[in-house]
C-alpha cells in the first residue's frame, strides 16, 4: 500500500512538477507579516534605547562643542525633506503595484531609491565634516550617542537601499508576483518605520539641540 502511494506521488510530480515547487515554497501571507511585524517592534526597542541613551548623555559634552556649535540645520533639514520625499514616491509605487503596472511600480521604486541614496550622501558628509573639526564619536559622550543613533539609522537606510534593487530586479524579472507584492508590502513597512524615526531624530537630536 505504501509503495502504491509513493508511486502515485511520483508520477503526479513528473507530469506536473511545479506544483510541488510551488506547494513546497509558499508561505501564508498572514505568517509573513507577522514575522515582519514582530521583527519592526524588535527594531523599536533598538531605537527606543538608542534614544534613551542620548536622552541621558547627549549634555555631557566633555568641554567640548554642543549640538548648536556643530548642526548645520539648513542642511538636515534638506535631508530630512529627502527622506520624507523617497516615502512619497514608495506610497506612489504602491499605488501602481495595486494596479498590476510593472513599468510605473519599477519607475518610482527608482525614484525612491534616488532620494535615499542623497540622504545617505548627505549623512556621510555631515559625519565627514564633523570628524575632520575634531568633532568625532570618541570626543564626548554627547558626541559618542549622536554617531551611534544616527549611524544606526543610516545602516538601516543602506539596507533599505540594498533590499529595494533587489525587488526591483526580481520584479522586472518575475513581474509582480503575489510573493513580489507581499515583499514589497514588507519593505513599504519597514521604510515608512525608518521615516518615522528620523523625524525623532530631527526633531529630539537636531531641533532641540540647536534651538535648546
Sequence with gaps: ???????????????????????????????????????LMSDCLIFATLFAVYGVLGRNYA???????LFDLPLVAVNTAMLLFSSITYGFAMLWMARGAKLQTLSWLAVTGVFGA???????????????????????????SF??????????VTFGIVWLITLMVQVS???LTQENQR????????????DVVWIGVFSFVYLMGVLG
Design 183 to 194: 515583499r514589497l508590502m514588507c519593505l513599504s513597512m519597514f521604510w515608512h518605520f525608518l
Design 147 to 156: 554617531f551611534t543613533l544616527v549611524g544606526t539609522h543610516g545602516l538601516h
Design 118 to 144: 542623497i540622504f545617505l550622501a548627505l549623512e556621510l558628509y555631515e559625519f565627514s565634516h564633523l570628524i575632520h573639526a575634531g568633532a568625532g564619536p570618541q570626543r564626548s559622550a554627547f558626541l559618542s
Design 1 to 39: 500500500m505504501i509503495s502504491k502511494t509513493r508511486t502515485h506521488q511520483a508520477a503526479l510530480a513528473t507530469e506536473n512538477p511545479e506544483f510541488y515547487l510551488t506547494d513546497k515554497d509558499h508561505h501564508p501571507e498572514g505568517s509573513t507579516m507577522l514575522g515582519f511585524w514582530l521583527y
Design 173 to 175: 524579472k518575475y513581474g
Design 63 to 69: 568641554a567640548g562643542p554642543s549640538p548648536a556649535d
